[in-house]
């Protein structure tokens, strides 16, 4: 049963960074699309960006610029750095395993606790 992890988020200012982490339990990793998400409060959860084994990455477009998702396989690591953040990107912030790169809505995975991103203004 694969597990996910995550971790690094905080209370920032606008402008500010921050850098997320995700472990992924299991034999997956190495193989599989990986994906971070986030949810805001009162909206849907959204696709972020997305990298597969081979290192393409796919970007929602608010954050184009400004994100830069990676991966460690030997580590079973997803991480998202994230640039001049604005006090929009506040969400809690997920990552998961997408079954088909471009259909984001059913990833392989439960979904795990999150963690919470906070840009003050």
């Known amino acids: 049963q694969v597990q996910l992890v995550e971790s690094g988020g905080g209370l920032v200012q606008a402008g500010g960074s921050l850098r997320l982490s995700c472990v992924v339990s299991?034999?997956?990793?190495?193989?599989?699309?990986l994906a971070w998400y986030r949810q805001a409060p009162g909206k849907q959860r959204e696709l972020v960006a997305a990298?597969?084994?081979?290192?393409?990455?796919n970007y929602a477009d608010s954050v184009k610029g400004r994100f830069t998702i990676s991966r460690d396989n030997a580590k079973n690591t997803v991480y998202l750095q994230m640039n001049s953040l604005k006090p929009e990107d506040t969400a809690v912030y997920y990552c998961?395993?997408?079954?088909?790169?471009?259909?984001?809505?059913?990833?392989?995975?439960?979904w795990g606790q999150g963690t919470q991103v906070t840009v003050s203004s």
């Open positions: 998961n395993l997408p079954r088909i790169w471009g259909t984001w809505d059913k990833p392989f995975a439960s």
């Open positions: 990298i597969t084994s081979g290192g393409s990455t």
């Open positions: 299991g034999s997956v990793f190495s193989r599989n699309i």
